[in-house]
């Protein structure tokens, strides 16, 4: 038995409790499994005297996190606030810094200063860890960093946000719109303090875009990803949907082309007979596919805080095992820049729109489909109501340059009421 | 860029072979993730003219795989031959002594003589890695001795015998009887050369054993498993099951109780909801349970040259990234001897049987069961043919202890025409 590990957790909330927790029930076969005692020194949080149900009499408690992340008798600072900047990303880089390796759940922070974070651990000669910043308790982090290392990465997948996997499929089965399940959602806590995160597509794409840089060697670049989120989505889309064989998920992908890396977080349609459409209410699933490995489905709770912490425990048994891998895989130094490519990969698409009681409405509609190179697969058109009448159409594969342009050319023909939902179809 | 890591590859069949090309066609992006070449010094197999699709010209050629695994300039040796003992056990031992680090795909020989070669491992200071033997591509060892190591784990279960779930798919989907589909499989080169390592369980046992022995830290205790085939399932079973809800499914569980080591490979009657009755045809399912992270389920290929040939490239990269994990997860001198435990976990069964038709004759089945401490939650009756009349049965949550003790009452009795088919509902 050499020494033990010695943290540092900054955060008390859900998943900071979570982890105290599991350093303490199952320290017996942490250490049988590690060779180490794993111990915490100390602790920071907001509030000293709120009651979070576990003792903290045993800890140092530092009103500092900067402070306390560069105590001499700490090895791992656990990065537990949440935040893209401010006390997180200060912390991180003094623990960086003074030589410590570092746990982080903090999605944020990793999305948007991932790659500077990274050349610090390595000019540190320190590590880096995140596994509970992407889908709470699948160990995906591993599965794709190396797990699946000897593969060229073809494309990653997920449904990581469990809020809106919720509504959608609360929707559904309950046959209420939109704005009804949200509030719902709200009233039970599952809701970020600022919704547009969840609903927006913004903790989702945050993800996706670490995985995207595991996967494709590339500097983490969330702020290139094309983004929309689940709020536009009605009833009726997913009725259509199902009617159709579909379900509506808040799907993220992201694979490289031969024009640059594609990264959207976006509802898409996916068959109800896969793995991602079958994937119900809260949980999470996230999708490797490799040259040689195939496709590889993982599931599991996204969020929470036993499987969150589970995931922070998971980094710091590497530690104290002593596996040590670069951030994102490779050296931070070798991540390239990638080119931006906004959905070049080419798909059928679902359309919905109101047509017009207009003679020749839908020939005008065919005629802009027909132009833009669309080739009509399926449609259907209702009957009409207050004047319109719903029409769908799943078209063949297309770009999404062509639909672009053919909801421009609808902006012209004046035979729809309002634009058309445009929803890719994502072959999985 | 330190120095290359040399492999020795014994065994060039499907596995072997995946292996060299992912070698070749990957070597960029592997000594960009490792930091290191990785290269292929010696080949070994049993036919050195046979035509494999891959130029062996620049690898030494080795009659003998031990001498092979001892080479000066070998790194790891890369045990794709296969067998429990032989030649496998022989070179894998001989590379160890000769202080090589060893990857192997031998599901066989780990779950037979896999405490003594952990030992061996340990006691030469080299790791003993075996990500293919379970599960194909899936990286289920990683993410179990990895992934989850801050869980105590409860449960383990897998559909791990593509072939099995083939059969049984297929059986079902065209509404053949087990013989008939059974020779396709054959013709189809889907079946061992002894078909029982599959249809009778037991390669699907071995990879279980492995499992349960990282689950639980426990010494790997194949022949302490329950072992039951599918040769056994009828397709009245199968579409009797489906009218209730179920699927039929080779499944795998361990899970360790107050009583010892339960380890159970049998086919079981699973919720058509679950990510395991939704899993057709060959591809395989691990779900792994701990008491934080919750449920984790992991789909993927399990066999096919790719996808294991990924699972024995993550072990290659790992040991060139210095990734040096215990063979069973903790030190193989901690691993406890665990008590067999014989199916103590309740669960409700499904039984069917041929009533004879004599006067009293439920009557007698009914007491038998409520003799036994059986209660009955379905019952269904159909009409008499040919004498006889079928009798299906979903207990409540029951015992093996009791059912067993049922099936000897049952003899007694004399109103069933043959022994009732007995099958655990495996609550998922």
Chains 1, 2 share one sequence.
Not at 142 to 151: F, P, S, W
Request: include cysteine; hydrophobic fraction near 45%; charge should be negative.
């Amino acid at each position: 038995m050499t020494t033990p590990l010695r943290l540092a957790i900054a955060g008390l909330g859900t998943v900071g409790v979570g982890v105290i927790k599991m350093v303490r029930q199952n320290a017996a076969l942490i250490s049988a499994r590690t060779g180490r005692d794993v111990q915490i020194v100390a602790v920071s949080a907001r509030s000293r005297d709120k009651d979070r149900g576990v003792s903290l009499q045993n800890y140092d408690w530092e009103d500092d996190p900067v402070t306390m992340a560069t105590r001499d008798d700490v090895d791992v600072f656990v990065e537990l606030m949440g935040g893209s900047d401010g006390p997180a990303k200060a912390a991180t880089e003094a623990a960086l810094a003074a030589g410590k390796d570092v746990v982080t759940a903090n999605k944020a922070m990793l999305a948007i200063h991932g790659q500077a974070l990274a050349l610090a651990a390595e000019e540190a000669g320190r590590v880096l860890r995140y596994e509970a910043a992407v889908a709470g308790g699948i160990p995906v982090i591993k599965a794709l960093t190396e797990g699946l290392a000897g593969n060229e990465i073809t494309r990653v997948m997920g449904v990581m946000n469990g809020t809106c996997n919720y509504i959608l499929t609360r929707m559904e089965s309950a046959g209420l719109p939109y704005d009804e399940v949200f509030a719902e959602a709200d009233a039970l806590g599952y809701l970020e303090a600022d919704p547009t995160l969840d609903v927006g597509g913004i903790d989702a794409g945050h993800k996706l875009a670490i995985l995207a840089s595991i996967a494709f060697g590339t500097q983490v670049a969330f702020d290139a990803m094309e983004l929309e989120g689940i709020d536009r989505i009605t009833i009726e889309d997913i009725r259509q949907a199902a009617d159709m064989g579909y379900k509506i998920k808040l799907l993220g992908v992201a694979q490289l082309t031969g024009r640059g890396l594609e990264q959207r977080m976006s509802p898409c349609l996916v068959p109800d007979t896969s793995p991602l459409g079958q994937l119900d209410g809260g949980t999470n699933m996230v999708v490797l596919e490799g040259d040689h490995v195939g496709q590889i489905v993982l599931r599991g709770a996204g969020a929470g805080e036993g499987p969150t912490a589970s995931a922070v425990m998971s980094d710091i048994l590497d530690i104290a095992r002593g596996i040590r891998v670069a951030t994102f895989g490779q050296p931070a130094t070798r991540l390239t820049q990638a080119t931006p490519a906004k959905a070049v990969t080419p798909a059928p698409y679902y359309l919905r729109m109101q047509l017009l009681d207009k003679p020749g409405a839908m020939a005008k509609v065919a005629t802009v489909l027909g132009e833009a190179g669309i080739s009509i697969d399926r449609m259907r058109q209702y009957g009409h109501q207050d004047d319109t009448a719903p029409v769908l159409i799943v078209t063949h594969k297309t770009t999404r340059a062509a639909i672009d342009a053919a909801r421009k050319a609808f902006d012209a023909i004046d035979v729809i009421a309002e634009p058309p939902v445009t929803l890719r179809i994502e072959q999985v």
